[in-house]
């Protein structure tokens, strides 16, 4: 595809070179446009380094021979996209301004047009903003973001208007050009780790990142679903227009699942849940204790058998990580609790380990049969597992 990589002028800027590397690894053919205030943020170089060509600005309006590089830039692109995309560039765009680069390449007919916002949460949430989103988007113009999270301006802490990392923008491109064919769908998913506290200070986990189920989450939303996201510790920002319930122990996960399990359609279980707790939590701190110390332990509930056995109509799917025999293991564990399939992941092989952003996985059936994937992002993962889930309904 080709595509346009607009900076508008915000600090988010600073992260627009990387966006075009990311594009490019992609497969993506890249140029870049930059209005005037962007270069307070990032140089026209670091900007020209990255997409291996001359910028779009102000000064290379029109070439040498008289032709208009908006004109010309808007028949090359498949796709304009706006990253970052300030308060201003929305409101010059949905005005119908041609004052800068931006505006004037939309007008001059570019097919695609998405925006990455970044900005104060206040700014966001302003009526006049949320008024200009509303017109682009009457338009057919694409939003990827903003997420929560860390904002640039001095005291401002955390809030809705962080930018999109570059890989999660990448990610997300196929779902604007994605067919809405889980409208109407309620999807549950899990995700993340569980922490079991053995005192207030001390707890059994795991190293999930969360990844995998944020990425499901994110492709069952943008295929058109209702989404429900029950998440363990995590610090990946929430996908967007996606509902979510914060959880820490294995009870409070198969509690928050519960209570929505019954309405959905389709329940993704990616959470890496703890299998054991203490026995006895204490509730001071334990001081230590000699140089060895016995913990008795007692199971977690089983969150896949406990909810299957209420299953009904739902699609269930699972994730299994194995170190050997993993088709005959995963196969079994599908029956046993009743699942339509499960993603099964090796954590010895390179790459598959917690904390990626790929993975490889065996898709295994109830009765054995499998499906080996190659390696691919978690995001590409989520699609094949909706596109099964859907053939199975």
């Known amino acids: 595809m080709n595509i346009l990589l607009a900076v508008s ?12 590397r990311r594009l490019q690894e992609a497969g993506h053919a890249v140029k870049i446009a930059a209005t005037d205030d962007a270069y307070h ?15 779009f600005d102000r000064e290379a309006w029109f070439l040498p021979d008289g032709q208009a590089r908006h004109i010309d830039l808007a028949r090359w692109a498949d796709m304009l996209l706006v990253a970052p995309a300030t308060a201003d560039a929305l409101a010059s765009a949905a005005l119908g301004k041609a004052d800068d680069v931006i505006s004037a390449t939309i007008l001059a007919g570019v097919p695609k047009v998405v925006w990455v916002p970044a900005m104060n949460t206040k700014m966001w949430e302003h009526p006049a903003v949320k008024k200009n989103v509303a017109t682009l988007q009457s338009y057919g113009h694409g939003f990827l973001g903003p997420v929560f999270g860390d904002l640039a301006a001095k005291n401002e802490g955390s809030g809705m208007g962080r930018m999109m990392e570059p890989t999660d923008i990448v990610a997300a491109l196929p779902s604007l050009f994605t067919s809405k064919d889980l409208e109407g769908k309620k999807v549950l998913v899990s995700a993340g780790p569980t922490r079991e506290y053995l005192d207030p200070v001390r707890f059994i986990s795991n190293p999930s990142s969360g990844k995998m189920g944020y990425a499901v989450a994110a492709a069952a939303q943008a295929r058109g679903a209702e989404v429900h996201l029950v998440s363990g510790p995590s610090s990946l920002p929430l996908p967007t227009g996606v509902n979510i319930s914060k959880v820490e122990s294995a009870e409070q996960m198969l509690s928050a699942l519960d209570a929505d399990f019954d309405d959905c359609d389709i329940l993704v279980m990616t959470a890496a849940v703890a299998d054991w707790k203490a026995a006895d939590q204490k509730q001071e701190k334990q001081a230590k204790m000699g140089d060895t110390q016995n913990l008795e332990l007692t199971r977690t509930p089983d969150i896949l058998k406990t909810l299957s056995s209420k299953k009904k109509q739902q699609i269930v799917v699972g994730f299994a990580m194995e170190t050997h025999k993993g088709v005959e293991r995963a196969a079994d564990k599908a029956t046993r609790k009743k699942m339509d399939f499960i993603c099964l992941n090796y954590p010895r092989k390179a790459g598959s380990a917690f904390g990626g952003d790929s993975n490889e996985v065996t898709i295994v059936m109830p009765d054995g049969e499998f499906q080996e994937l190659p390696r691919m992002t978690k995001r590409e993962i989520a699609e094949i597992i909706f596109d099964k889930a859907l053939g199975l309904g």
Request: proline letters at 4%; aromatic letters at 4%; zero cysteines.
């Open 9 to 20: 002028g915000g600090v988010a800027a600073l992260k627009s070179p990387s966006v075009a």
């Open 41 to 55: 943020f990032v140089t026209e170089l670091s900007l020209a380094i990255a997409a291996g060509d001359a910028i």
